[in-house]
C-alpha cells in the first residue's frame, strides 16, 4: 500500500482527489490538511464521504507529510514550490495540481503568476502530468506538474495534427468553455449564483495564464515555437470544459478521422468519436476521460476539432491519480474505471 497525503483537501479538485483515492485498492490515505478546517473530520464537513473516510484534517505539518511516500497538492499557486524540496528530502513524491512545476522557464512562470519560483532548479527535473504525451518520463518522476483544466482538451485536441505536420502554426485558436468549479471554491462575486447563473462570458481574453502551458505543450510537440489564440468562457454549468479547436491543414488527402484514432487507439482515457460526432460535456462528468471528434466543414481548408473532459477529473484530480499509478508502477486505470454520470 501506498501511504498518501493532500494538501488542500477542501477545495474542489481535493475533494475529487479524496474521492477517487479513497477508492484505490493500493492506497492508504495518512494525512489530509487544511489551515482552516484543522481538527474537524472530513465526514462532518462534506457528508458524501460518510463511511469512506473517517480522517480529520490537520494543520499543515512537513513531518507528517514526510512520512508519506507520495504527496498530492491541491493549492493556490506558490505553495507547492516551498514545501516541495523538504519533501524530497525526506525521498517523498510531489503531484502538484497548482502551477508550480508545469513550466520549464522560471521567467514565464513569474510572468503569468506573479511571484519568483522558490525553487527554479526543479523545473527541469520535473515532468509535466499529461501522459498521452510523457507516459515514460512519469514512471520515474520524483515532481510532476499536473496539467491545467483547460490546457489538457486542448493539447489533446491538437496534438495529433501538430505532431503529424499538418497544422498551420499560425492559425491555432482555442475557443474554451467551462464550468464554475474550475474557478475554485474560494467566494467570488461574479461566481455567485445570480451572477454566473443564465449567463455566458468570455474572460481573460488578452491574455490567460494557461497559454504559456498549452504553448509550451504545442511548441515542443513541434519542434518549433507555437503560439495558440486561447479565449475561455465562463458558462453556467458546475463540471465540464468544451473545447472548439479550429485550425487551417493546407493538405485535404489526409484522412483525419483515421489521423486521430491510430493517435490515441491505446491511449485508455482518450476517445476519439465516430466520424460526424458532436461531444457533450455530460457525457464525460465524472470520468476520466476525454471525448474528441474531428471535422472538415465543407471540406474546407479549416479542420474544427471538439474536446469535452470533467475539468475535475481529467482536468485536475482523475489526470493526477493517472500520473500517480505510473510513477508506482500501478495499471493506469486502476481507481479511475468509474463511468461518466447519467443524466
Known amino acids: 500500500m501506498i501511504s498518501v497525503g493532500i494538501v488542500g483537501a477542501t477545495g474542489y479538485a481535493g475533494l475529487e482527489l479524496l474521492r477517487l483515492l479513497s477508492a484505490h485498492p493500493q492506497v492508504r490515505i495518512t494525512a489530509l490538511t487544511s489551515r482552516q478546517e484543522a481538527g474537524k473530520r ?10 469512506v473516510c473517517d480522517l480529520s484534517y490537520s494543520a499543515p505539518d512537513e513531518s507528517a507529510l514526510a512520512d508519506c511516500d507520495a504527496v498530492f497538492f491541491a493549492t ?3 505553495v507547492t514550490m516551498a ?9 517523498v513524491r510531489v503531484i502538484d495540481l497548482s502551477a508550480d512545476f508545469r513550466l520549464r522557464d522560471a521567467a514565464v512562470y513569474t510572468r503569468w503568476y506573479g511571484m519568483p519560483h522558490a525553487c527554479p532548479e526543479l523545473l527541469a527535473e520535473s515532468v509535466y502530468g499529461l501522459p498521452e504525451m510523457y507516459r515514460e518520463a512519469l514512471r520515474d518522476a520524483r515532481v510532476v506538474g499536473n496539467p491545467g483544466c483547460y490546457p489538457t482538451p486542448v493539447q489533446l485536441g491538437l496534438l495529433p495534427l501538430v505532431e503529424a505536420g499538418l497544422a498551420d ?3 491555432l485558436v482555442a475557443d474554451c468553455k467551462s464550468g464554475v468549479s474550475g474557478a475554485g471554491r474560494e467566494v467570488k462575486l461574479g461566481l455567485l449564483f445570480c451572477e454566473a447563473g443564465d449567463n455566458f462570458k468570455a474572460y481573460s481574453v ?18 518549433t515555437p507555437v503560439n495558440v489564440t486561447f479565449v ?5 454549468l458546475i463540471r465540464g470544459i468544451h473545447a472548439t479547436l479550429y485550425v487551417r491543414v493546407a493538405r485535404r488527402d489526409v484522412d483525419l478521422q483515421a489521423l486521430f484514432e491510430e493517435r490515441y487507439c491505446n491511449e485508455p482515457f482518450v476517445d476519439v468519436l465516430p466520424a460526424g460526432s458532436h461531444p457533450e460535456t455530460r457525457s464525460v462528468r465524472g470520468a476520466n476521460h476525454c471525448h474528441i471528434a474531428v471535422h472538415r466543414p465543407g471540406d474546407g481548408d479549416t479542420v474544427v476539432v471538439l474536446a469535452v473532459i470533467d475539468n475535475l477529473v481529467k482536468g485536475a484530480a482523475g489526470q ?4 500517480f499509478n505510473l510513477m508506482f508502477g500501478f495499471d493506469e ?5 468509474a463511468l461518466a454520470l447519467w443524466p
Open 42 to 51: 472530513v465526514d462532518a464537513l462534506f457528508p458524501h464521504l460518510r463511511g
Open 76 to 78: 493556490p499557486h506558490g
Open 83 to 91: 514545501a516541495t524540496p523538504e519533501l524530497l528530502a525526506h525521498g
Open 169 to 171: 502554426l499560425n492559425s
Open 206 to 223: 488578452t491574455g490567460h495564464r494557461h497559454s504559456a502551458e498549452v504553448d509550451q505543450g504545442l511548441s515542443l510537440a513541434a519542434k
Open 232 to 236: 475561455p468562457h465562463l458558462t453556467p
Open 320 to 323: 493526477a491519480v493517472q500520473c
Open 333 to 337: 486505470t486502476t481507481g479511475l474505471k
